[in-house]
T-cell receptor, first 111, second 111 residues
Framework: SQELEQSPQSLIVQEGKNLTINCTSS?????LYWYKQKYGEGLIFLMM?????EEKSHEKITAKLDEKKQQSSLHITASQPSHAGIYLC???????????FGTGTRLKVLA | EAQVTQNPRYLITVTGKKLTVTCSQN?????MSWYRQDPGLGLRQIYY???????DKGDVPEGYKVSRKEKRNFPLILESPSPNQTSLYFC??????????FGPGTRLTVL
């Protein structure tokens, strides 16, 4: 079955550092979503990418989807403690609105 | 305020005692979905609904039931809960094809 692999599984960075989280699929995706989750809480939508080569930014977070629509990266510039949490990528792999998610990347930002 | 609400937020029950977790959204979304989140396994879809009276299985539907009699409500029913259904459950809703809005989660423990 379709899976989304996220890397790294966890990340500890010093405040102010840049970081990148990756999400990889073995098949072409119809839509790729990035969410952030505070520990034990609900997911908050960050960005949605649908077109190959698409790139979106919001504040200090930039997400990209490669041309083949199989890999996405989430880049945080000048990280802050408020960026800490779990980042999950999600996708609709077959265009049927049956969603799958990666296992998440736990980010800790040291002040 | 646009939101997805779930009740209860926390529940401890015993094996075999039927329970229902309610989910309600006030955004007039057609699409609603239930997920469970487990350590190491990530977020997995249980059931989803494209509209009233239209429901379909996700990746892990065994042991669960849902109904969609009204657009705003999508209850999750565990007819005979077992310990392996101990998990963190999330309800979500969206306009079809758009980002999902997640509820705050229900932490269920089955003894």
């Amino acid at each position: 079955s379709q899976e989304l692999e996220q890397s790294p599984q966890s990340l500890i960075v010093q405040e102010g550092k840049n970081l990148t989280i990756n999400c990889t699929s073995s098949k072409t995706l119809y839509g790729l979503y990035w969410y952030k989750q505070k520990y034990g809480e609900g997911l908050i939508f960050l960005m949605m990418l649908q077109k190959g080569g698409e790139e979106k930014s919001h504040e200090k977070i930039t997400a990209k989807l490669d041309e083949k629509k199989q890999q996405s990266s989430l880049h945080i510039t000048a990280s802050q403690p408020s960026h800490a949490g779990i980042y999950l990528c999600g996708a609709d792999p077959s265009g049927t609105y049956k969603y799958i998610f990666g296992t998440g990347t736990r980010l800790k930002v040291l002040a | 305020e646009a939101q997805v609400t779930q009740n209860p937020r926390y529940l401890i029950t015993v094996t075999g005692k039927k329970l229902t977790v309610t989910c309600s959204q006030n955004m007039n979304h057609e699409y609603m979905s239930w997920y469970r989140q487990d350590p190491g396994l990530g977020l997995r879809q249980i059931y989803y609904s494209m509209n009233v009276e239209v429901t379909d299985k996700g990746d892990v539907p065994e042991g669960y039931k849902v109904s969609r009699k009204e657009k705003r409500n999508f209850p999750l029913i565990l007819e005979s809960p077992s310990p392996n259904q101990t998990s963190l459950y999330f309800c979500a809703s969206s306009q079809i094809g758009n980002e999902q809005f997640f509820g705050p989660g229900t932490r269920l423990t089955v003894l």
